[in-house]
């Protein structure tokens, strides 16, 4: 699959409004374009950080449904967004364990790699990383996204509630820092974020 990525930040005393209007009118209007899978809305309350994710069956659905997208982002993000950077990726990994739900956790890894271990990273996440991150506590759902062209990738571990996310903060260093080394990838950040909304249909 591939996916799309909206990041905002802006005053955490605002984020509320831009949460419904994206489960609202966004869903809407993603649920209209063909390929659609579903998506995800991810916040950090304290920051005021929101991550909207949306999934797609094929590249050119993705492309062809940002034309819509593109138009109305930017109203149902205020009064909210101060920034917001736009991303596309292929989901080269989706493993879920079971269903994450509203209120659990989120830590997302961002990656940089060389765009020539595109195909080691991939290989390195499905045998080590992934099978790695299912001995945790909670974990919900893991996937793996790059982009092969600019050697950017995200990891996301979905957790079922804040306490295993937290819970598992030294667990997951050690299987990132292990599959890293492997991969040939330098972890650029990391993130956590309650899940708000996320309703992909398959892998």
Known sequence: MFVRTVYSTGDPSKIDAAVRALNAQGRDLLEDRPGYRGSGIFVDRTLGKLLAVSWWTSEEARRNSDEVMRERRGAM????????????????????????????????????????????LAETFRASVAPGLETLAGLARTSLFVDRERGRGMVGALFTDGASL???????????????????????SLEEFEIVLTDVRGG
């Not at 990994?93 to 790699?113: A, D, I, K, N």
């Not at 819970?167 to 991969?183: L, T």
């Open 166 to 188: 937290a819970a598992s903060r030294g667990a997951h260093a050690a299987v990132r820092h292990e599959g890293a080394a492997k991969a040939h990838v330098s972890v650029t």
């Open 77 to 120: 993000l205020e009064p909210f967004a101060a920034t917001t950077l736009v991303e596309n990726y292929e989901a080269v990994v989706f493993h879920q364990v079971r269903r994450p739900e509203m209120g659990g956790g989120l830590r997302l890894s961002r990656l940089e790699f060389d765009p020539m271990d595109a195909g080691l």
